[in-house]
T-cell receptor, first 113, second 113 residues
Framework: AAGVIQSPRHLIKEKRETATLKCYPI?????VYWYQQGPGQDPQFLIS???????DKGSIPDRFSAQQFSDYHSELNMSSLELGDSALYFC????????????FGPGTRLTVL | KNEVEQSPQNLTAQEGEFITINCSYS?????LHWLQQHPGGGIVSLFM???GKKKHGRLIATINIQEKHSSLHITASHPRDSAVYIC???????????????FGKGTHLIIQP
């Protein structure tokens, strides 16, 4: 069965650079969530989109932005990268229902040097 | 701040033992997820519960809404079950929509042969 696809899987950037992470949801899922998991930390919710509109916002820094496109894939744009942005970034997708079971992608590991 | 607490934080057991991991949360939820994370990072959704009990193979998840508590059980544990098990909830007050999950800090499980 098709799963959530994230690209790239690994990314190395320098401080103050920008990065773009991509998420392709499971077919027919129109809801996407982004999470950040720092080293040794539990995942933290960043932002979500439903039908191409921002739905919920968590602890996403102002330096980050995201959007969902007409094909439902989503991109997380990160600017002025800091060392503390080094983390595993997960995307999850769901099909809207009253319970919204989320299916997670493999994650993108971002390292900021 | 609404919280999700897991216990134990670390658990080492012998192959074949019955394993129980607990999760408690502070206020009402609309759904609770049990997730598995292996070294290297990928997150796999094991169960999503809103009431009662679910079983999949050797895994059983239960939830008591009144007591705000859930348990994940592993029967006949095997070294391949070694992973981090994470409880994550969707708060009831979310009111629907694509709301992010709040995660517990995880239980590090090691099953020794």
């Amino acid at each position: 069965a098709a799963g959530v696809i994230q690209s790239p899987r690994h990314l190395i950037k320098e401080k103050r650079e920008t990065a773009t992470l991509k998420c392709y949801p499971i077919p027919r899922h129109d809801t996407v969530y982004w999470y950040q998991q720092g080293p040794g930390q539990d995942p933290q919710f960043l932002i979500s989109f439903y039908e191409k509109m921002q739905s919920d916002k968590g602890s996403i820094p102002d330096r980050f932005s995201a959007q969902q496109f007409s094909d439902y894939h989503s991109e997380l744009n990160m600017s002025s990268l800091e060392l503390g942005d080094s983390a595993l970034y997960f995307c999850a997708s769901s099909f809207p229902s009253s319970y919204n079971e989320q299916f997670f992608g493999p994650g993108t590991r971002l390292t900021v040097l | 701040k609404n919280e999700v607490e897991q216990s134990p934080q670390n658990l080492t057991a012998q192959e074949g033992e019955f394993i129980t991991i607990n999760c408690s949360y502070s206020v009402g939820i609309s759904a609770l997820h049990w997730l598995q994370q292996h070294p290297g990072g990928g997150i796999v959704s094991l169960f999503m519960l809103s009431s009662g009990k679910k079983k999949h193979g050797r895994l059983i998840a239960t939830i008591n809404i009144q007591e705000k508590h859930s348990s994940l059980h592993i029967t006949a544990s095997h070294p391949r079950d070694s992973a981090v098990y994470i409880c994550a909830v969707r708060w009831e007050y979310s009111g629907g929509g694509a709301d992010g999950l709040t995660f517990g800090k995880g239980t590090h499980l090691i099953i020794q042969p």
